[in-house]
């Protein structure tokens, strides 16, 4: 195998429980906890209607339990199912890396319980399976910017992923490294996905390469091999994203694990926007809408590329179309944020995302890439973001931010987490049984076996 794949391999192989730290095992815990939560607020919409429709038309008793289904489904279309009910929101967790890369860690989580419920494993064999992916994930967001390469998040959820389940399924190091060539080689992820008007495969792209890693865990369990130099051999990976170093795979940085260092978010949109939203429902006390002449959103680089219409999507982010584009429009989600005073899962409703009322205020805003803030992005990975408001009368109010509540370094506490819970969960289940998952969820360190969660999550939208 080529030194990539074997560094990964090895570094899952050798992870055990007891040898995770008590602060890693704390953060696995809320990451899973943050992750059901969204996963519920999520469950009813189209894409997740659909993809369950698919997963509950191949009943499999030995399989994995997907939300809101009666029976077991495979286990790749659960992960698929489950994921895609995670992600939908764009509310769940973010890892952002030094060089930029990046993604939504958590989307992980559903083939990693699918694989602990298969095996009947514990509670903490889901967090020790969290555990080697969040690490896998965050040593690529580290080591390259696989964005800058036309290569989407869904690499690092892949390969997270597939050595998180392998090591489940009880695979050596040489399976481990099977399973991670057969969940990636084929299955290449493309950014195309988040360009553009975006689609309802935006919210479910991670949930496919959740899927697909599932997929080659289980071919390699099964005896089948596959290329054993998937990133340095000729035609590999790295012919595509160029070559990147993980030999610091599993290193603490700042003394703290890749689950610690992994933000969550206060609102459902975008992470980038999370900085602009806070600032804008601070400012708005200050004016009235119909004063305002112009507004300009200072940034770092990546705000405006990917939410700004850096991208050559202006006419889509100043114009959205659907809740995908909507909640990866800053124009859209900061003249929602001044008109309404906050931002909901009712943010996003086809009616509001397609209101013409909010329109003239969206053209007068503008975004812009601000080279002091990039700079400070880069030296310091500290998120800082200014808005200029200029009023009709000639006043400016000008402020800025710094660390938005859920990064890491402003990060959300407990009842935050237990707060954006609640108020999603009543989505699903009725007051009762979403207080007994709730406590399940927490004590997820002392459950013998996943079957009563599994339930529990079966029930979901049944009265």
Same mark, same amino acid.
């Given at each position: ?15 055990? @429980? ?8 704390? $953060? ?7 992750? =059901?939560? %969204? ?20 009943? &499999? ?15 790749? @279309? ?11 929101? &764009?509310?769940?967790? *973010? ?14 989580? +559903? ?30 967001? /580290? ?6 390469? !036309? ?32 969940? =990636?080689? +084929? %299955? ?23 899927? *697909? ?22 035609? !590999? =990976? ?16 700042? !003394? ?32 009235? =809408? ?48 001044? *008109? ?14 397609? &209101? ?51 990064? *890491?370094?402003? +990060?959300? /506490? ?39 969660? $599994? ?9």
């Amino acid at each position: 195998m080529d030194k990539t794949t074997q560094i990964i391999a090895d570094f899952a192989a050798s992870q055990t @429980y007891d040898a995770i730290s008590t602060e890693a095992k704390a $953060a696995a815990i809320r990451h899973h906890f943050d992750g =059901i939560g %969204c996963a519920a607020g999520g469950f009813d919409s189209e894409p997740c209607h659909v993809v369950r429709k698919i997963a509950g038309a191949v009943n &499999d008793s030995n399989g994995a339990s997907v939300f809101g289904l009666n029976g077991k489904a495979t286990p790749e @279309y659960a992960t698929f199912a489950n994921a895609s009910a995670v992600r939908h929101l &764009d509310f769940n967790d *973010t890892y952002l890396g030094g060089k930029g890369g990046g993604g939504h860690p958590n989307d992980m989580a +559903p083939a990693i319980f699918a694989a602990v419920e298969m095996t009947g494993g514990s509670g903490k064999d889901l967090i020790t399976g969290l555990y080697i992916a969040y690490e896998i994930f965050g040593g690529l967001s /580290n080591a390259i910017r696989f964005r800058g390469k !036309g290569i989407d998040q869904g690499i690092s959820v892949s390969l997270g992923s597939a050595a998180a389940v392998a090591k489940i399924l009880g695979l050596d190091r040489e399976g481990i490294a099977n399973a991670i060539a057969m969940a =990636i080689v +084929p %299955c290449l992820p493309v950014r195309v996905t988040r360009a553009g008007e975006l689609s309802h495969w935006k919210g479910c792209a991670t949930a496919h390469a959740a899927m *697909t890693a599932m997929f080659g865990a289980r071919l390699a369990q099964a005896g089948m091999t596959g290329p054993s130099k998937p990133f340095e051999g000729f035609d !590999g =990976i790295w012919n595509i994203s160029g070559p990147f170093d993980l030999s610091g795979l599993g290193e603490r940085i700042d !003394g703290k694990s890749a689950i610690e260092r992994t933000a969550y978010k206060f609102f459902p949109a975008e992470f980038n926007s999370q900085g602009p939203i806070t600032l804008l429902l601070k400012l708005r006390q200050q004016f009235g =809408i119909d004063e305002i002449e112009h507004i300009d959103i200072h940034s770092y680089h990546l705000t405006w590329h990917e939410i700004g219409g850096g991208q050559g999507d202006v006419a889509e982010k100043w114009d959205p179309k659907t809740r995908e584009s909507a909640d990866h429009s800053l124009p859209y989600l900061a003249a929602v944020a001044l *008109t309404d005073g906050q931002i909901t899962l009712e943010s996003f409703t086809d009616k509001r995302v397609r &209101d013409p009322a909010l329109r003239p205020l969206m053209q007068k805003i503008a975004v812009k890439d601000d080279e002091a803030l990039q700079e400070h992005w880069a030296a310091t990975s500290e998120p800082k973001n200014r808005i200029d408001i200029r009023l009709k009368n000639g006043r400016t109010i000008s402020e800025e931010v710094v660390n938005f509540r859920g990064h *890491t370094k402003n +990060p959300m /506490n407990d009842d935050e987490i237990r707060f954006k819970f609640d108020n999603m969960i009543g989505y699903v289940l009725p007051k009762d049984r979403a207080a007994k998952l709730s406590d399940m969820l927490w004590s997820l360190d002392r459950q013998a076996r996943l079957d009563d969660l $599994a339930a529990n999550f079966r029930s979901w939208g049944h009265a």
